[in-house]
């Protein structure tokens, strides 16, 4: 042991303090956290000059085996290499593999915790379909079947998959500003989305024994190349979407003969799969009104029982979309309006069975509609023919120009009643704006979903927040509101929204609801609308058909607002810290006005309001005083007391007067209140202060502080508010916009938190296995009931 003299050792006490306690700049720069700008990527957050991006065009021809539930093609891909770089191998995403026995996703699965799995439980146990799709996952024969990669003169060409990717070794290397023509040929089995889960597969209808297929990820697709990252292939564990290249794709279709086909751009051939009266409907609701059904349910029924033979071939043509999905079914109803406004020219439409029926004729594509109207408002103009809502399996997932979503209405098993609750209604509307809405973040404005889920699912969640305020008043949004988050921002394990997508805790908190609120707070708090809403349409417009990264949307919107939001990225983004600013102590002063008359009445005054010490109240009337009976005892400080003003007292007073200039004597009448506030920053997230004053007249003000209050202690800080007359409650974040997460310490006076305690009635269950061995046995529920009657008669 090393022994350090006294003085030392507390020299070095005294320094370890101050390390410990170093400075927290909430407001340093992101320099150290943020990549250095380029020519492709500029300070500004703008594309640079230099930018680049890959491209890549899609002949695709498939076939639909509904008995097997398989799905057979050949594709072309014309891979265009844009950027300043040889590739000597390409990278092709293989998705479907995700659902091979062995994939990652399977084997790297874990469960929350041992407690969750053993909870005995209906709310928190294990459910039936839980195993189910765990003992599935094991047997299903899914993933790719690679017949063939050939060049575009019919060589082989070798290739090499890594679980969900696809190595292709090139002959020679691809220079900058060439193009590649090569083919795939494959197959795979669909998985059932009820069991399997995913973004894609079968329903299966009991009823009528029909299936809808919902299909995506389907085909091989090239995996992005760009500045950042390079080849971006990380391997698909089922939370990291999709980085894809724009391109131009022709695409047929080949299902049964009675199925209707809804895919991502324009169908080609109407005259060789619609009847007459369906183009004619088709045509009509270009310009209608109101949603016009194209095929109708009892077209849809028929065809349910009908089953015909034979296929027919959808040809669909779509330009400059990153990707190509599709669903097909002989259940489909299906109805379309147009829209047309500025620059957008779009056919809304929407594909569904007979059990979406009344909710989805009745909301579908008017949501469709109601979606592209307000996104236009907040980025650009739509820029794509047509926009489809489709029902199916898969309760929300987005592609170019078509997306699925889930809710239906229930049946009554017993009655037939066919109803909708309030949570379907709402959750169909919202559904379809956050999946449509997905045309603009991330199908255009093209983020790597695979590394940042929130750059499209928490920006596109802040606008369908937006647009669900434009639906109707007092709208059930689940998600927006900062209040709503603060639950979520006080837990603990989570991490900071800047996580890869695959390393997400709490999902749906951390990556849609989180930058929602925090993009609130920005837009309502902090920026104010209109500096908002012009920041976020540059950023729009700026990188629509390009791949921004989170240092270009941070930079744009500090270069198009002029203000600097280091600290709030860093707090939101960067961190979990959370909000919770305590109003710690009050203090009023006012302006001395050396008036003897009046300082010393304002003293006394003073001295009045003290409580009456318990001494002096029991006293009063009970104890004679010697002054009372001998008044020759009095004199003249019987007559005077502390707070007498005297004619010295007066002197000195003129004498002040006379040395002050006239400004100086106006500053003396100046009737201020003068409040020192102490604030404490609990949560460590700094935020703006939003200060509601309430003043002895009753009238109430708002106060709103910015976020740089912090800049020097962001622990704590004392500010001086004035006011004209006396304050006599103060509030911090009076309207909850700031994600405070601890109100009940933003008020002073302290506000009483109201609560109610429920009583409920002891209950002591009784194991009477006597009253259950002789329950009567219900008909049909078990194969030994008759045998279980004759042991009771004998």
Same mark, same amino acid.
């Given at each position: 042991?090393?022994?350090?003299?006294?003085?030392?050792?507390?020299?070095?006490?005294?320094?370890?303090?101050?390390?410990?306690?170093?400075?927290?700049?909430?407001?340093?720069?992101?320099?150290?956290?943020?990549?250095?700008?380029?020519?492709?990527?500029?300070?500004?957050?703008?594309?640079?000059?230099?930018?680049?991006?890959?491209?890549?065009?899609?002949?695709?021809?498939?076939?639909?085996?509904?008995?097997?539930?398989?799905?057979?093609?050949?594709?072309?891909?014309?891979?265009?290499?844009?950027?300043?770089?040889?590739?000597?191998?390409?990278?092709?995403?293989?998705?479907?593999?995700?659902?091979?026995?062995?994939?990652?996703?399977?084997?790297?699965?874990?469960?929350?915790?041992?407690?969750?799995?053993?909870?005995?439980?209906?709310?928190?146990?294990?459910?039936?379909?839980?195993?189910?799709?765990?003992?599935?996952?094991?047997?299903?024969?899914?993933?790719?079947?690679?017949?063939?990669?050939?060049?575009?003169?019919?060589?082989?060409?070798?290739?090499?998959?890594?679980?969900?990717?696809?190595?292709?070794?090139?002959?020679?290397?691809?220079?900058?500003?060439?193009?590649?023509?090569?083919?795939?040929?494959?197959?795979?089995?669909?998985?059932?989305?009820?069991?399997?889960?995913?973004?894609?597969?079968?329903?299966?209808?009991?009823?009528?024994?029909?299936?809808?297929?919902?299909?995506?990820?389907?085909?091989?697709?090239?995996?992005?190349?760009?500045?950042?990252?390079?080849?971006?292939?990380?391997?698909?564990?089922?939370?990291?979407?999709?980085?894809?290249?724009?391109?131009?794709?022709?695409?047929?279709?080949?299902?049964?003969?009675?199925?209707?086909?809804?895919?991502?751009?324009?169908?080609?051939?109407?005259?060789?799969?619609?009847?007459?009266?369906?183009?004619?409907?088709?045509?009509?609701?270009?310009?209608?009104?109101?949603?016009?059904?194209?095929?109708?349910?009892?077209?849809?029924?028929?065809?349910?029982?009908?089953?015909?033979?034979?296929?027919?071939?959808?040809?669909?043509?779509?330009?400059?979309?990153?990707?190509?999905?599709?669903?097909?079914?002989?259940?489909?109803?299906?109805?379309?309006?147009?829209?047309?406004?500025?620059?957008?020219?779009?056919?809304?439409?929407?594909?569904?069975?007979?059990?979406?029926?009344?909710?989805?004729?009745?909301?579908?594509?008017?949501?469709?509609?109601?979606?592209?109207?307000?996104?236009?408002?907040?980025?650009?103009?739509?820029?794509?023919?047509?926009?489809?809502?489709?029902?199916?399996?898969?309760?929300?997932?987005?592609?170019?120009?078509?997306?699925?979503?889930?809710?239906?209405?229930?049946?009554?098993?017993?009655?037939?009643?066919?109803?909708?609750?309030?949570?379907?209604?709402?959750?169909?509307?919202?559904?379809?704006?956050?999946?449509?809405?997905?045309?603009?973040?991330?199908?255009?404005?093209?983020?790597?979903?695979?590394?940042?889920?929130?750059?499209?699912?928490?920006?596109?969640?802040?606008?369908?927040?937006?647009?669900?305020?434009?639906?109707?008043?007092?709208?059930?949004?689940?998600?927006?509101?900062?209040?709503?988050?603060?639950?979520?921002?006080?837990?603990?394990?989570?991490?900071?929204?800047?996580?890869?997508?695959?390393?997400?805790?709490?999902?749906?908190?951390?990556?849609?609801?989180?930058?929602?609120?925090?993009?609130?707070?920005?837009?309502?708090?902090?920026?104010?609308?209109?500096?908002?809403?012009?920041?976020?349409?540059?950023?729009?417009?700026?990188?629509?058909?390009?791949?921004?990264?989170?240092?270009?949307?941070?930079?744009?919107?500090?270069?198009?607002?002029?203000?600097?939001?280091?600290?709030?990225?860093?707090?939101?983004?960067?961190?979990?810290?959370?909000?919770?600013?305590?109003?710690?102590?009050?203090?009023?002063?006012?302006?001395?006005?050396? *008036? +003897?008359?009046? #300082?010393? %009445?304002?003293?006394?005054?003073?001295?009045?309001?003290? =409580?009456?010490?318990? /001494?002096?109240? &029991?006293?009063?009337?009970?104890?004679?005083?010697?002054?009372?009976?001998?008044?020759?005892?009095?004199?003249?400080?019987?007559?005077?007391?502390?707070?007498?003003?005297?004619?010295?007292?007066?002197?000195?007073?003129?004498?002040?007067?006379?040395?002050?200039?006239?400004?100086?004597?106006?500053?003396?009448?100046?009737?201020?209140?003068?409040?020192?506030?102490?604030?404490?920053?609990?949560?460590?997230?700094?935020?703006?202060?939003?200060?509601?004053?309430?003043?002895?007249?009753?009238?109430?003000?708002?106060?709103?502080?910015?976020?740089?209050?912090?800049?020097?202690?962001?622990?704590?800080?004392?500010?001086?508010?004035?006011?004209?007359?006396?304050?006599?409650?103060?509030?911090? *974040? +009076?309207?909850? #916009?700031? %994600?405070?997460?601890?109100?009940?310490?933003?008020?002073? =006076?302290?506000?009483? /938190?109201?609560? &109610?305690?429920?009583?409920?009635?002891?209950?002591?269950?009784?194991?009477?296995?006597?009253?259950?061995?002789?329950?009567?046995?219900?008909?049909?529920?078990?194969?030994?009931?008759?045998?279980?009657?004759?042991?009771?008669?004998?």
């Amino acid at each position: 042991m090393i022994r350090l003299p006294i003085g030392l050792a507390a020299l070095c006490l005294s320094l370890s303090a101050i390390a410990a306690d170093q400075f927290d700049d909430k407001f340093r720069q992101l320099d150290e956290l943020l990549p250095t700008p380029t020519t492709i990527r500029t300070a500004s957050g703008a594309p640079g000059h230099a930018y680049w991006q890959q491209r890549a065009d899609y002949t695709i021809r498939a076939s639909l085996d509904e008995a097997k539930r398989a799905i057979s093609g050949t594709e072309t891909i014309t891979y265009h290499n844009n950027s300043p770089d040889s590739l000597d191998y390409l990278w092709v995403q293989l998705d479907q593999n995700i659902y091979k026995p062995n994939s990652d996703a399977r084997t790297t699965a874990t469960l929350p915790s041992r407690e969750a799995w053993s909870k005995a439980t209906p709310e928190s146990g294990v459910k039936f379909d839980t195993v189910r799709t765990m003992l599935e996952a094991r047997t299903f024969d899914g993933g790719y079947n690679i017949k063939s990669v050939k060049d575009s003169s019919g060589r082989p060409l070798h290739y090499v998959i890594n679980r969900t990717m696809m190595r292709i070794d090139l002959p020679q290397s691809m220079k900058p500003g060439s193009k590649l023509a090569f083919s795939i040929e494959w197959s795979y089995n669909i998985n059932e989305s009820k069991i399997l889960g995913g973004r894609a597969g079968f329903e299966h209808f009991d009823e009528d024994k029909n299936d809808l297929f919902e299909i995506a990820q389907w085909y091989p697709r090239m995996a992005a190349y760009y500045d950042v990252a390079g080849w971006q292939h990380k391997q698909f564990l089922g939370t990291g979407e999709f980085t894809l290249e724009f391109g131009d794709y022709d695409v047929d279709l080949t299902v049964p003969a009675d199925h209707i086909v809804a895919g991502t751009g324009e169908l080609q051939n109407p005259g060789e799969v619609l009847t007459a009266a369906q183009r004619q409907r088709l045509e009509q609701a270009r310009t209608a009104k109101q949603p016009v059904v194209i095929a109708t349910q009892a077209e849809a029924e028929a065809r349910e029982k009908q089953h015909a033979s034979g296929t027919k071939t959808w040809h669909f043509r779509a330009k400059n979309v990153r990707d190509f999905a599709w669903a097909s079914s002989r259940k489909f109803i299906w109805d379309a309006q147009g829209f047309k406004k500025d620059a957008t020219n779009v056919l809304a439409q929407s594909f569904y069975p007979k059990e979406g029926n009344p909710l989805w004729e009745k909301y579908s594509t008017a949501a469709v509609i109601h979606t592209i109207a307000e996104y236009n408002k907040y980025s650009f103009d739509y820029p794509y023919p047509v926009a489809i809502s489709v029902n199916g399996p898969v309760g929300g997932m987005e592609y170019p120009m078509i997306c699925f979503n889930g809710p239906r209405p229930t049946k009554d098993k017993k009655t037939g009643e066919i109803t909708y609750s309030k949570r379907a209604k709402y959750g169909l509307i919202s559904v379809v704006i956050h999946e449509v809405g997905h045309n603009y973040f991330p199908m255009i404005v093209n983020s790597d979903e695979r590394q940042w889920t929130w750059m499209d699912e928490g920006i596109n969640s802040f606008l369908q927040y937006l647009a669900e305020q434009a639906w109707e008043e007092h709208y059930p949004a689940s998600r927006g509101e900062p209040r709503t988050i603060t639950d979520y921002m006080k837990s603990a394990n989570q991490v900071p929204i800047m996580t890869n997508s695959e390393s997400i805790a709490a999902l749906g908190n951390n990556s849609y609801a989180k930058p929602t609120a925090a993009l609130i707070v920005l837009r309502e708090t902090i920026l104010g609308r209109e500096l908002f809403d012009f920041s976020f349409r540059e950023y729009a417009n700026r990188w629509k058909f390009k791949r921004p990264t989170p240092a270009d949307f941070f930079r744009t919107m500090e270069d198009a607002s002029g203000t600097d939001l280091d600290w709030f990225w860093r707090g939101w983004f960067y961190t979990t810290d959370h909000v919770d600013v305590s109003v710690d102590g009050i203090t009023e002063y006012t302006i001395g006005s050396k *008036d +003897p008359e009046t #300082e010393k %009445a304002w003293k006394k005054a003073l001295r009045d309001q003290e =409580p009456i010490s318990i /001494t002096d109240q &029991r006293n009063q009337g009970t104890l004679p005083r010697r002054v009372d009976s001998h008044p020759e005892l009095k004199d003249f400080y019987n007559e005077h007391d502390d707070y007498t003003v005297t004619n010295r007292d007066r002197n000195k007073y003129n004498e002040t007067v006379e040395g002050l200039e006239d400004w100086e004597k106006a500053l003396l009448k100046e009737n201020k209140h003068l409040y020192l506030v102490d604030f404490s920053n609990l949560g460590g997230l700094v935020t703006p202060l939003v200060l509601e004053i309430q003043l002895a007249s009753g009238k109430k003000t708002i106060e709103r502080i910015p976020a740089e209050v912090w800049r020097y202690n962001p622990k704590k800080i004392t500010k001086l508010i004035i006011t004209d007359e006396p304050m006599v409650s103060l509030t911090q *974040d +009076p309207y909850w #916009e700031t %994600a405070d997460t601890d109100t009940s310490n933003n008020a002073w =006076p302290r506000k009483l /938190t109201p609560s &109610r305690l429920e009583l409920f009635k002891t209950q002591r269950p009784q194991d009477d296995m006597m009253k259950d061995f002789n329950e009567k046995l219900k008909a049909g529920k078990g194969k030994d009931a008759a045998a279980t009657d004759a042991q009771k008669a004998d």
